[in-house]
């Protein structure tokens, strides 16, 4: 992505969202961060960040909508978002439901938010999980990570239909099993190598392959 494009991340203030900021930084783009709390890190690089934003909430909403008032945005990255575990007979669905409003229902808050704003030729990243795989998914459990990204899935597909016309494209990217705190750090590539991955992806993403879901290391992955 060239210079002066305006890249807006959220959950921007640590791991594989701090990454696509440096990385979009580097690359002389405006980066402009979104997170509930600020970071020192995040601060280094972002040409703007607005916090104090829980994008599940109609408050959090306006005050991103308003704080991005008559910007124009050339890549939206959806990049917040919530993992717990729940096991059959103990499922707690208050976790299930907190998922589904970080990792599917914020994203679609935010792209109807903010879409007025994207130009034609401009992006929408959604990063989900190959966890949202119905066709992937060996090895059951985790209930909530699964059905949210699912669901993601799914809200980015008829984005992208939705969007086709404007000239929006769209993707759903799976970053890869990222050593972040989400996971305790115990992920098989870094932050920096995801990011790198993922920025690519971004990159080759053209009306003609919207709507599809990848994983950062280019493989198509299976709804």
């Known amino acids: ?26 690359e002389g783009c405006d980066v402009i961060g979104v997170c509930r709390e600020a970071s020192a890190e995040l ?23 308003e704080g991005l008032k008559g910007q124009s945005i050339d890549l939206l990255i959806n990049n917040a978002g919530l993992l717990q575990d729940e096991k059959l007979g103990s499922i707690d669905f208050d976790s299930i439901r907190a998922q589904m409003e970080i990792n ?17 030729g401009g992006k929408i990243a959604n990063i989900t999980s190959r966890m949202g795989s119905i066709a992937d998914n060996d090895s059951g459990g985790r209930y909530g990570y699964r059905a949210s990204k699912a669901a993601l899935n799914a809200f980015g597909k008829s984005l992208a239909i939705d969007l086709k016309p ?8 799976h ?22 991955g993922l920025a690519a992806r971004i990159e080759n993403l053209t009306l003609e392959n919207t709507g599809s879901f990848w994983h950062s290391n280019g493989e198509e992955l299976p709804w």
Do not use: C, W
């Not at 404007?166 to 990217?173: M, S």
């Not at 996971?183 to 190598?193: A, K, M, S």
């Open 175 to 196: 970053p890869g099993y990222v050593q972040t705190r989400m996971v305790n750090f115990g992920g098989l590539i870094t932050p920096e190598e995801s990011a790198k």
């Open 43 to 65: 601060e280094e690089v972002a040409a703007r960040i607005i916090d104090g934003v829980d994008v599940t909430t109609d408050n959090g909403i306006q005050k991103l909508t």
């Open 1 to 26: 992505m060239s210079d002066n494009k305006t890249v807006v991340i959220t959950g921007a203030n640590r791991g594989i969202g701090l990454e696509l900021a440096r990385h979009y930084a580097a």
């Open 166 to 173: 404007r000239g929006i494209a769209v993707a759903q990217l």
């Open 104 to 120: 599917a229902y914020a994203p679609l808050r935010v792209a109807e938010a903010l879409v007025s704003q994207i130009p034609s």
